[in-house]
């Protein structure tokens, strides 16, 4: 079946700076479980407290999309949106939306989120291949990412990661063709998170792997072999998202592909990403990966999904700007695992009665302010040329003053400098010191913002700043979050 | 045409309560502290005052919304009382609304009254307040020390100062102020404080240290204002008169706008040009003999002396460690021990300022008394170096 003319044309990843070595996990909870010293190995990303799902998909969807100063432009050709997690911070509010906004897309195109299996990042995918190649839309956007939730000294701690990946897909100039796709649905419960729950519920580890990666995956494979007419032994890269050690290469090998050929899983220096992390995979694949070449990739959850891409000579020029090469190397170790267990609420610190600001959102507000809030979207005076945050109906150059004379002007892809800035040890910050300063904009503009992913005393005025999407404060009360953009060094 | 404000209102008389953690009164009685005091030296009774203006910053921390607490605590009778904020500068913006309705010949005697209890929120520092509905949504989060300490890093990368230089000269600001305090029994802070102690400070917002912000006090502060001719007709002699009062805000250009290069105070520089036009004052390093600024952290007063016209741009710290502006310097400041030690109960600030140049004025500062002031000023700034209020107020002898 090689009637498919879409496929992939962009694709991006993301992965949170901070490292937390295994080692100090394993030191800080073998007096608790003895055998856990073992995964006392390599590192898992661990994003920060500002850090969701959404701003995760955010930063993969940036690096998928096109970056130019005017996102609001270079975004245009985006039909749809998916959005794949099983850890969304909304349960009934569409957190497509939330990422459409974010990333300046037009309003008038269809947004889903796509959730609830291990698989969804890779279902999210073939529906959209699919949508495109039954001509409802031209392109769409695919992000997927999780941030899941662990107890502290569980297995899943050490082998879980967050993290995220996008992927533009569409029917013209494709980096890689989709060549078919074979799915299995059923309903095997390795875990299960019940509604409402905060972790996962997980069964003995030899049944799921003997009777659910082992059974199910080969016969997804085979499907998709089949329907598609590629022999095994063409297939060049085999992806499996899999924390058992080597079981993802004896599937391989059972379904006729080379052990040599199944990419690495990245469970050394990453972590399962959850839904997003046969994205992931993929992308790095993709990083890599010459024309010509075919890539199978499968992600397993209640059945397994599997599909087929064929690398074309678009993929030299549509490689992500970081990818997962990227931010492998944008990267802080991070050894202390306290901060793990309260970035993640899993101890309760002592926050002070400053922490007891009510966070209540006007959503009203909200609504009105949505560009400039979602899309960092200030003005751009028509009369002067003046760029100002935020966009307001009388211009703020002395020298012009033009009145309803702004349009609107993306900051989201600039990169500014700092002109000012303080380390304050007073304000309540879940990670303090509240770095923040005056951020200037070359093209005019400026607005007070806050600094997220520094380091103590790393900073100084005149540094260059990239602007990311990040939660800016949560409303425990309400279970609501805000979300709008910080600084943080180039 | 308009003439100003200069010599056209005299201070009849002024309070001040004693500041600092008052932890057995309440707003109601702070304000009894300093009026009984104001209604003393200006020889008035209660039945007197024809209208009176009431600020306080932190309503929902105190008395409540309105003019009502004003009216009620000194049992006014039925007059006037407009409740002014203004943040910071709400206490300057008190006695300009009672100066200007004396001027205006609305009435012969205005009250003005500023008061502020902070203590009562359970912890230090500022209380959190919400501005609004769509700030919180978009606003960096951050406290006052981190908002002002933005002025540190802008200044040095405009100057080429280093980090030490500049940490030793607002160490020296905040020496300067604790000497002064320690001779006032109304301040907050009456302790001497060292180099060492300042510089070695724990860090509250990089690179303030504890020895770099003022106190949070609770506070009350008081002016009665009348025209020249009826105080004098009252039998008042070295009355001292209003030359200048003038407020200048931001409009969003350093917020928004990159001709603001964050080094200094966009709205004092205008309101300090606008002040000395006022009262005819041509070079103000030489003919201002005192001043109370808003020291509300080291590096805030600092950059004032230049914004002020005192020091020349870029040179504030070398003024400020060659002890141009200590009490037996040529320009005097915060000689009673200013925010940093007088204490900051924020609506009263501006008046307690005031209060200040007219005791000295008058020759009663005690202790601290400075030798024949003629000129002092007050520089009362509330906001964020980004987004402010700015007054500067300028009072003498008459006639001077």
């Known amino acids: ?140 956007l695919v992000a997927a990412a999780d941030r899941r ?195 993640n609420g899993l101890v309760e610190m002592e926050k002070g009665m400053r922490a007891e600001k009510d966070n209540k959102t006007a959503l009203s507000v909200t609504y009105r302010k949505r560009d400039m809030l979602f899309g960092l979207v200030g003005g751009k005076c028509e009369k002067c040329g003046t760029a100002q945050f935020p966009r307001t109906r009388i211009c703020v150059n002395p020298n012009c003053g033009a009145v309803d004379e702004q349009k609107p002007f993306s900051f989201a892809e600039l990169t500014g400098k700092i002109l000012s800035w303080s380390a304050d040890y007073l304000t309540y910050s879940q990670d303090p010191p509240q770095h923040y300063g005056m951020v200037t904009f070359e093209e005019g503009g400026r607005f007070l913002a806050e600094f997220t992913d520094v380091d103590i005393g790393a900073i100084d005025t005149g540094a260059e700043m990239r602007m990311v999407f990040r939660v800016k404060d949560f409303d425990e009360k309400r279970g609501f979050r805000r979300y709008f953009w910080k600084a943080t060094p180039v | 045409m308009a003439t100003g404000i200069k010599d056209k209102v005299a201070i009849l008389g002024m309070g001040c309560s004693k500041f600092g953690e008052r932890w057995d009164m309440g707003a109601e009685e702070l304000m009894v502290e300093a009026y009984l005091e104001a209604l003393s030296d200006a020889g008035v009774e209660t039945s007197q005052i024809q209208a009176a203006w009431f600020s306080t910053h932190i309503d929902e921390q105190s008395v409540g919304k309105g003019g009502t607490p004003l009216s009620v605590a000194l049992r006014l009778p039925n007059i006037s009382v407009t409740r002014v904020e203004n943040f910071c500068a709400s206490g300057s913006e008190a006695f300009r609304g009672a100066v200007y309705a004396v001027a205006a010949g609305a009435c012969d005697i205005a009250l003005a009254l ?179 600024v808003h020291d509300c952290f080291s590096i805030t007063e600092l950059v004032t002396m230049e914004d002020l016209f005192i020091s020349d741009e870029g040179r504030a710290v070398y003024d400020v460690m060659d002890g141009y502006y200590d009490a037996d310097g040529k320009v005097p400041c915060q000689i009673d021990g200013g925010l940093k030690c007088f204490g900051h109960p924020i609506g009263a600030s501006g008046l307690r300022m005031l209060y200040e140049m007219y005791l000295q004025l008058q020759g009663r500062a005690g202790a601290r008394q400075l030798k024949n002031p003629k000129i002092g000023l007050t520089h009362n700034l509330g906001g964020s170096p980004s987004m402010n209020v700015c007054s500067v107020a300028i009072i003498g002898a008459h006639g001077a």
């Not at chain 1, 050709?77 to 957190?95: C, E, K, L």
């Not at chain 1, 972590?271 to 010509?292: F, I, Q, R, S, V």
Request: aromatic share 8%; net charge neutral; hydrophobic share 40%.
């Open chain 1, 1 to 140: 079946m090689t009637g498919h003319t879409v496929g992939i044309t962009n694709f991006g990843a993301y992965l949170p700076r901070l490292r937390l070595q295994r080692k100090a996990m394993a030191v800080a909870n073998a007096w608790f479980n003895p055998s856990i010293m073992g995964q006392g190995k390599g590192e898992r990303t661990m994003a920060n407290w500002d850090e969701d799902s959404v701003t995760m998909a955010v930063e993969a969807s940036r690096d998928a999309l096109p970056t130019d100063k005017d996102p609001i432009a270079a975004r245009q050709h985006i039909g749809a949106v998916y959005f794949a997690s099983t850890t969304m911070p909304f349960s009934d509010r569409q957190n497509a939306g939330i990422l459409s906004s974010a990333l300046n897309l037009p309003e008038h195109i269809h947004t889903a989120d796509i959730t609830g299996s291990q698989r969804s990042g890779l279902s999210a995918i073939i529906f959209a291949l699919e949508k495109i190649a039954a001509g409802s839309t031209p392109s769409a």
């Open chain 1, 149 to 343: 939730s662990t107890r502290a000294g569980s297995t899943q701690e050490f082998q879980f990661g967050d993290g995220g990946a996008a992927f533009v897909v569409a029917r013209e100039n494709v980096a890689a063709r989709f060549l078919g796709s074979h799915s299995i649905s059923v309903d095997f419960i390795d875990h299960f998170r019940g509604a409402g729950e905060e972790y996962d519920y997980n069964w003995e580890e030899r049944w799921i792997r003997d009777e659910g990666y082992s059974r199910i995956v080969p016969r997804a494979v085979k499907g998709l072999l089949e329907k598609t007419g590629v022999a095994a032994s063409a297939i060049d890269h085999f992806i499996l998202p899999c924390t058992f050690a080597k079981l993802d290469q004896q599937i391989a090998v059972k379904s006729g592909i080379d052990a040599s050929k199944v990419r690495d899983n990245l469970s050394a220096n990453v972590g399962e990403c959850g839904t997003a992390h046969a994205l992931l995979m993929l992308a790095d694949a993709l990083e890599n990966a010459k024309p010509g070449q075919k890539i199978l990739v499968a992600a397993f959850g209640q059945g397994c999904d599997a599909a087929l891409f064929e690398v074309t000579a678009a993929i030299e020029k549509n490689r992500p700007q970081r990818g997962v090469k990227g931010f492998l190397a944008r990267r802080k170790e991070e050894t202390n695992y306290m901060k793990w267990l309260a970035f």
């Open chain 2, 114 to 292: 500023g008061v502020e209890k902070l203590k009562d929120t359970g912890y230090g520092g500022l209380p959190t307040g919400q501005p609004g509905t769509l700030l919180p949504q978009w606003g960096a989060n951050g406290s006052a020390p981190g908002n002002f300490a933005q002025l540190a890093s802008a200044y040095r990368a405009k100057h080429g100062v280093s980090k030490e230089d500049l940490k030793r000269s607002i160490a020296h600001v905040s020496v300067k102020s604790h000497a002064n305090g320690a001779k006032n029994q109304k301040a907050h802070l009456q302790k001497p404080i060292t180099e060492d102690m300042a510089l070695n400070a724990p860090m509250i917002a990089e690179p303030l240290g504890l020895f770099d912000c003022c106190g949070v006090s609770d506070g009350a502060a008081c002016a009665i204002v009348t025209t020249p001719e009826i105080a004098r007709a009252m039998g008042k002699k070295d009355i001292i008169t209003v030359k200048a009062l003038q407020l200048a805000l931001s409009n969003g250009l350093e917020s928004t706008h990159n001709s603001w290069d964050g080094s200094y105070f966009h709205t004092a520089r205008i309101a300090a040009k606008r002040a000395y036009d006022e009262a005819g004052i041509k070079r103000p390093r030489e003919q201002v003999s005192m001043m109370e």
